[in-house]
Nanobody, 129 residues
């Protein structure tokens, strides 16, 4: 099982980035995948996901600025981010498959309460002038 994020980087406030998540080793199910983020010392946040009813969830602070999409043929999920602010600075993760809730140790030593089983290594997004 592999989940690999890419596309992070340093961007000025107001800028844009597009994150990609390539999944392999398991059946791609876009309705059971999501984008999370975690800033140092903070709890992880679910940024966006598709639901099994086809609805899309966005964290309130990113509504109207971020767009989630997927390409099932390529087993890839995307997160297009516009109008980035310093508050968006975090490590962004792609995660898949829902299991039982547990507490996961994340990159940098912080923890995340989650039920998602497969995680990528994360990609750093830094918004700064």
């Amino acid at each position: 099982v592999q989940v690999v994020e890419s596309g992070g980087g340093l961007v000025q406030p107001g800028g844009s980035l597009r994150l990609s998540c390539a999944a392999s080793g398991f059946t791609f199910d876009g309705s059971d995948m999501g984008w999370y983020r975690q800033a140092p010392g903070n709890e992880c946040e679910l940024v966006s996901q598709f639901s099994d009813t086809g609805e899309v969830y966005y964290l309130n602070s990113v509504k109207g600025r971020f767009t989630i999409s997927q390409d099932s043929a390529e087993n890839t999920m995307y997160l297009q981010m516009h109008s980035l602010t310093p508050g968006d600075t975090a490590v962004y993760y792609c995660a898949a498959r829902t299991g039982r809730p547990y507490r996961r140790r994340m990159r940098g030593g912080d923890y995340c309460n989650t039920a998602r089983l497969y995680w990528g290594q994360g990609t750093q997004v830094t918004v700064s002038s």
